[in-house]
């Protein structure tokens, strides 16, 4: 899928047959918050998706309140020590981190799902 990204934001490039035009919405937002925007062409895409980025921002300001962003990338997960140590040894044994480690083993994950 083809994406865009403004300012930490991630939207999505969709076509509407039936209103012959290009539309999106800013992705993984809360559920609480949708940002949508949309132009006949991909350059009036564009400048719409970052009009309504800046546009919330603007209202967040405004408002007084932090703009919540598409996820970070930066993820706690909670496991057991038993998994925890064993994924210490096994990162420990290829010479990469914690982190490492487990981003690969996730990343090979979602690549024999897709």
């Known amino acids: 899928m083809k994406t865009l990204s403004y300012k930490g934001y991630t939207g999505s490039i969709e076509i509407s047959d039936e209103d012959?035009?290009?539309?999106?919405?800013?992705?993984d937002?809360?559920?609480d918050t949708m940002i949508s925007y949309e132009g006949e062409t991909v350059s009036e895409l564009k400048e719409d998706f970052k009009g309504a980025v800046d546009d919330y921002i603007a209202y967040c300001k405004e408002a007084g309140i932090t703009p919540r962003k598409s996820y970070s990338g930066s993820?706690?997960?909670r496991i057991s020590s038993e998994t925890h140590s064993k994924i210490a040894i096994l990162a420990q044994q290829a010479g990469i981190s914690i982190n490492a480690f487990i981003k690969s083993a996730v990343e090979k994950q979602i690549a024999t799902m897709l």
């Open 20 to 27: 012959n035009c290009l539309f999106g919405k800013v992705l």
């Open 75 to 77: 993820l706690n997960i």
């Open 29 to 31: 937002l809360p559920k």
